[in-house]
């Protein structure tokens, strides 16, 4: 049996793993509510290494995400672009080797990412370049949606200060 929103959402305060409830930029959970009682979802751009980690790698410290966006706590922003790079990135053979693993088809992640991602227009160009030609259209779109940003990758990483500038935040707590 699953939780239903609210539980879920009254797990993640209480939890203490930092959850930020505040009105801050980059999309973070807030206190103020929709017309339907519910927290505002959060808005977030999740790159290509941390969605694997959400349902290739099971990753237990990517539980908390995962739970956010299957209950709709998160708005998951992403473009067809983004799509397609999953797609790659799963055919590659060591990415393919965890999969045959975990008996579980490419097309299932896939499936995840047509459920739960909201497919935006690409994003035009931010301010901030980064070095990594294949991490800008994630952060393009993070800063046009004013969305949270979550990545490992040290290219993204080492523009945290100039992407607050913008009202994005890497890595929140969820």
């Known amino acids: 049996m699953g939780l239903n929103?609210?539980?879920?959402?009254?797990?993640?305060?209480?939890?203490g793993l930092g959850t930020v409830l505040s009105d801050a930029p980059g999309g973070v959970l807030s206190d103020s509510q929709g017309a339907d009682g519910y927290p505002?979802?959060?808005?977030?751009?999740?790159?290509?290494?941390?969605?694997?980690?959400?349902?290739?790698?099971?990753?237990?410290?990517?539980?908390?995400?995962?739970?956010?966006?299957?209950?709709?706590?998160?708005?998951?922003?992403?473009?067809?672009?983004?799509?397609?790079?999953l797609a790659r990135v799963l055919a590659y053979p060591q990415i393919v080797k965890r999969l045959v693993h975990r008996e579980m088809p490419a097309s299932a992640v896939l499936?995840?990412?047509?459920?739960?991602?909201?497919?935006?227009?690409?994003?035009?160009k931010a301010e901030y370049v980064c070095k990594d030609p294949d991490d800008q259209k994630f952060i393009d779109l993070a800063v046009t949606h004013?969305?949270?940003?979550?990545?490992k990758d040290a290219q993204v990483l080492c523009m945290r200060k100039r992407l607050e500038r913008c009202g994005v935040v890497i890595n929140p707590a969820t």
Not at 52 to 79: C, I, K, Q
Not at 146 to 151: R, V
């Open 111 to 124: 499936a995840h990412f047509d459920r739960w991602a909201q497919l935006q227009p690409d994003a035009p």
């Open 5 to 15: 929103r609210s539980e879920v959402l009254s797990e993640e305060r209480s939890d």
């Open 146 to 151: 004013n969305a949270a940003l979550h990545s």
């Open 40 to 85: 505002t979802p959060a808005r977030r751009v999740l790159d290509t290494n941390i969605v694997l980690d959400l349902w290739v790698f099971d990753e237990p410290r990517a539980e908390a995400l995962r739970v956010s966006v299957e209950t709709g706590s998160t708005h998951w922003l992403a473009t067809a672009a983004m799509r397609e790079e």
